[in-house]
């Protein structure tokens, strides 16, 4: 079973950006799909954007054309850059397969607020 730690996340303006960070445990890594899911509270947990082995990449409506996804497979690493940050945007933001299986993290909280 992959272990996965977030980290990158914190406090940030609106209109402000962040870099989050992914570690998985397995070498097999570079086969999954990732994804990059996040859930704000009282809300269902969402899936944001996720990225193939080969580096292919699909968003939700919510995020396009503000919100990266990347990888690098040689480091077991998946990142995610945020850009132009709202509040909507609020949320304790995992990492996971698409779709998930096993365990989760413990996420990393992202607060946009001014």
């Known amino acids: 079973q992959v272990q996965l730690v977030e980290s990158g996340g914190g406090l940030v303006q609106p209109g402000g950006s962040l870099r989050l960070s992914c570690e998985a445990s397995?070498?097999?890594?570079?086969?999954?799909?990732m994804g990059w899911y996040r859930q704000a509270p009282g809300k269902e947990r969402e899936l944001v954007a996720h990225?193939?082995?080969?580096?292919?990449?699909n968003y939700a409506d919510s995020v396009k054309g503000r919100f990266t996804i990347s990888r690098d497979n040689a480091k077991n690493m998946v990142y995610l850059q945020m850009n132009s940050l709202t509040p909507e945007d609020t949320a304790v933001y995992y990492c996971?397969?698409?779709?998930?299986?096993?365990?989760w993290g413990q996420g990393t909280q992202v607060t946009v607020s001014s």
């Open positions: 996971n397969k698409n779709p998930p299986s096993g365990s």
């Open positions: 397995r070498s097999a890594f570079r086969f999954y799909v």
């Open positions: 990225i193939t082995g080969g580096g292919s990449t």
